[in-house]
T-cell receptor
């Protein structure tokens, strides 16, 4: 079993839709939960992160962590075609390495 | 402010050869991590360098080695290349800010082994 599981998609939605991207994980030692966005042929860029359980909002993006169920979510409101990319969840424990999910490919149709 | 820069951007090597990839961290960053990203997969941690020492290593064979220089730039070396080493190699730099360490990635080196 992988430490981090993520549905690869692709997920196709119309412009303006609310998008929900999710990951599950198995390691209860994870404390930090990052979300990265990766455009084709580019390196990942950090969108946002949360520490432990709870919600965090940044503009159109909301990250949610439920440590009791080991479930991580990223919500995108009013999705735009420019949001089309692969979204990677990456939890981390007290060590320095990020454990990435396989990524979910999102396509926002104009 | 230049971000993380990697060179070369693309590389084609033959099985059995050796390769060196280079990374310059973001200004002000002193820590460099290397990741391997196979097609359709998320990045996998190879190792991290801090103060010119390997601080942590992922589940990669000894064919993968690295180095960090006094100016914090880093190299990733892979010996005896296998077809399965074909991937996007990503460098990420970071520094401790007193809170969570945010890693910034370069755009990667695409390595093809034929």
């Amino acid at each position: 079993q992988k430490e981090v599981e993520q549905d690869p998609g692709p997920l196709s939605v119309p412009e303006g839709a609310i998008v929900s991207l999710n990951c599950t994980y198995s390691n209860s030692a994870f404390q930090y939960f990052m979300w990265y966005r990766q455009y084709s042929r580019k390196g990942p860029e950090l969108l946002m992160y949360t520490y432990s359980s709870g919600n965090k909002e940044d503009g159109r993006f909301t990250a949610q962590v439920d440590k009791s169920s080991k479930y991580i979510s990223l919500f995108i409101r009013d999705s735009q075609p420019s949001d089309s990319a692969t979204y990677l969840c990456a939890p981390r424990d007290s060590s320095y390495k990020l454990i990435f999910g396989s990524g979910t490919r999102l396509l926002v149709r104009p | 402010d230049a971000g993380v820069t990697q060179s070369p951007t693309h590389l084609i090597k033959t099985r059995g050869q050796q390769v060196t990839l280079r990374c310059s961290p973001k200004s002000g960053h002193d820590t460099v991590s290397w990741y391997q990203q196979a097609l359709g997969q998320g990045p996998q941690f190879i190792f991290q360098y801090y103060e010119e020492e390997e601080r942590q290593r992922g589940n990669f064979p000894d064919r993968f080695s690295g180095h960090q220089f006094p100016n914090y730039s880093s190299e990733l070396n892979v010996n005896a290349l296998l077809l399965g080493d074909s991937a996007l190699y990503l460098c990420a730099s970071s520094t401790w800010t007193g809170r969570v360490t945010e890693a910034f990635f370069g755009q990667g080196t695409r390595l093809t082994v034929v």
